[in-house]
């Protein structure tokens, strides 16, 4: 018996056939599958490679993906981890950060928190020095005046650099009204006022001679200008995190610059 054309149809030269199944509905199968293997010729291999579905059918157990395939697939530990902790970081962030606005749980904070935000910001440190080293009457009272300036221009240097790499943005829940800013300072990554705050403090606890009292209360204003910067919600953890490091670090790296009047008499003459 001739077949029915709502039975059976098949296309030559065409990719798809139809054919009825036992209950009498359509299913639709591919010829290239059918007859030649996706993988046999390579004109089918690069349509393979177009479509993931079309390239997961068309693997058999002996065929390998090429390496950078696998690892679109298979996203490596490292890359998970990071993901989830910044994921995990913004949630954290985002519960601290209680002064963002009057009307948050410790919104009546939010004026001490932006006084401790200024006692962090570059500007009174950069004119305190200025100031400092303008009264200084010793050469060495001028040396260790004048490296403080120095780290704290290298911390804006630096800090622009960062931020300008990374592009993070600042949390949705900051309000942007800290005065003045740099270009650069729309981005939070890492928070500036933790890098200003841990490499002032341990350059003052290695240069100046301080009581007890006076070098816990150093430390603790560090901590606090950290914590400030979260609950303000300027920034998510992990930029103060890194603001303290990278502020511990360019302290090292001032150690490692020092002017001194034998390395450069020329500032130590004025
Ligand atoms: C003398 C001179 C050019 C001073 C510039 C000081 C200045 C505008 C520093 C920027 C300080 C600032 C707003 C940093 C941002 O801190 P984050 O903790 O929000 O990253």
Redesign the pocket.
Known sequence: MMPSPRTTRATVGNSTSSATTSNGKFEFSSLVNSRTPLSDSPSARLRASESPVRRKDSLTSQQVLPEEDCMKLNPSFLGIAFRSLLAIDLWLSKRFGVCAEEHCSWGSARPLMKLIEVS????PW??GTLYCLYKSDSLAAQEVVLNLLFALILD?IL?GLV?GAVKRRRPTHNRMD?F???SV?KY?F?????TRAAMVSRFLLNHLVLAIPVRVLLMLWAVIVGFS?VMLG??NIT?VAF?FLMGYMQYSLVEYLWLSPSTVPALFSL
């Open positions: 962090g910001h570059g500007i950069i004119a804006l800090v931020k800290m003045a800013t740099f300072d939070s890492p928070s500036g006022h933790a910067r300027r920034h930029d603001g």
